[in-house]
């Protein structure tokens, strides 16, 4: 009946313990009923005190716990070469139950246990307001029972973990979004705004990118890393976001392996033992509150200034030398070094998948190195990396190139550029849907999964005659999916807020955006100040309680609230 015998399931432990020949198991078992039922109590007693533990005494909210338990044995079949469903309990144990009545009823009865704990769990939060008053928490306990026995058979047909984690993503919007209590009081206009705002709560799905929502936390410098490397509140700041509904985590601009990469201090690094040890704390923190995480690659180019840590000496790199006083300011690339840059992104990228983050962004925007060759006013080069926009992007279309290479063909490439540039705020690249058609199509074709359209303000037209703004004129254009930011939910943009000043920021009305996503002109929308101050925002958006949102000022970046 059972023709791969035990192994590769948990009565291996118990017939190796009691001596049963390799040959002559059902043989054994068949004779010794009574030594079946006591060896299946002994190892699953244990299972279900750990079970019972990490669902109540572990930290956090009883859906927190719940994710995270889920979570942790997920990890654990993850981290297995070829995942295998070592566990009695399974479709062996059913056809073994059949050959002994008595198995089949302690399998069942080992089952009913474990729900009556999951169930136990769920009253917790339904009695704290976690979950909503009339939950049924014991069909709710039972179906995501079944839900995981399904999920974990699924995967030992497949020899994959994607049946695991397609299982988390439906968890983590079933327990704490879908089934949280609605306000007791809403304005219409509230109200009309959480039902639109469904869209914006909707998972999304590209290859291995499985994002719970499609909220996406957007890359803000915040310089609280000393000498590079992320510290306990670093993972906290982000744990927070992701457990309150940010789909996708953007981390701040991490700086890759060059020595003119950084430009600012206490900025993190994603490279060294000692930072990816951080960044894999913070992995593990986000991925245990439901969310998804990729670093943003950064080389901030000829923006670097002497002096600038980790090696004061080093001047920025750019297109072109700048002298200044007779001394070099900014570097002119050589060939050479266009390639040592272009491999320390693709070793970035490299490190970033080892640590388990769920895909990379490089960052091609705001007048940053990649983007210093893309734009002409500060890229004159005669060599095959200057002249035609075509040739000023080779350096890119180069650069996503190795990285694709580096992480092969299904781990996510985002890349974010802009129009506009921190030298010259009205700059353009292009002024035409035709020119950007041509500017984005060698980027796509080198392997860019998601474009990350950056602009100041998400609402403004990107052409004349068109409403659609730049990651809608990006869509259409690639076919690729795009992420939208700029303003997102406040009534100022960030660049008043560069400089000191003692303004407010007030959360906005955000009805034309979702109705913008709800029409598919974007895939997945970039928060960030509101995201920056208030950890709950997107918990918040979900629940129609805008009234709760906190406002943006300066105050907020002296703090990893």
Known sequence: ?????????????????????????????????????????????PRLERYRVALNEAPGTPCQRILAYYRELTAHFSRQEKPEYHCFIGSLSFEMAELCPPIGQKVLAILGQSVDLLADCLEQARRQGEIAADSDCAAIAEFIGNAWEGAL??????????????????????????????????????SRMT???????????????????????????????????????????YRRRAASGVGLIITEGTTVGHAAANGYPQVPRFYGADALAGWKQVVDAVHTAGGRIVPQLWHVGNVRRIGTEPEASVPGYGPMEKLKDGQVVVHGMTKQDIQDVIAAFA?????????????????????????????????????????????????????????????????????????????????????TPDELGEFLAPLSAAGVDIFHCSTRRFWEPEFEGSPLNLAGWTRQLTGKPTITVGSVGLDDEFLQYMVKTDKVAQPANIEGLLERLNRQEFDLVAVGRALLVDPDWAQKVREGRMQDVLPFSREALKTLA
């Open 1 to 45: 009946m059972i023709r791969r015998g035990y192994h590769g399931t948990g009565v291996q432990e118990i017939v190796q313990a009691a001596g049963v020949p390799k040959g002559s198991f059902y043989h054994y078992f068949a004779s010794k009923e009574d030594f079946a039922l006591q060896a299946l109590e002994a190892l699953y007693c």
């Open 153 to 190: 058979l699924r995967m030992k047909v497949s020899g994959s973990v994607k049946p695991l984690q397609r299982f988390l993503d439906q968890l983590a919007r079933l327990l704490p979004m879908s089934l949280r209590p609605a306000p007791s009081q809403h304005t219409q206009q509230e």
């Open 347 to 431: 070793q970035a990228a490299r490190d970033a998948q080892a640590i388990g983050m769920d895909g990379v962004e490089i960052h091609g925007a705001h007048g940053y190195l990649i983007d210093q060759f893309f734009w002409a006013g500060s890229n004159q080069r005669t060599d095959e990396y200057g002249g035609s926009l075509a040739n000023r992007s080779r350096f890119a279309i180069e650069l996503i190139q190795a990285v694709r290479a580096a992480v092969g063909p299904d781990f996510p490439i985002i890349f974010r550029f802009s129009q506009w540039k921190q030298q010259d705020y009205s700059a353009r690249l292009v002024q």
């Open 195 to 237: 039902a639109t705002a469904n869209a914006l709560f909707q998972p999304f799905e590209l290859g291995s990118l499985h994002l719970p929502t499609r909220v996406v936390m957007a890359p803000m410098t915040r310089s609280f890393s000393p000498n590079g490397v992320p510290t306990a509140d670093v993972v906290e700041y």
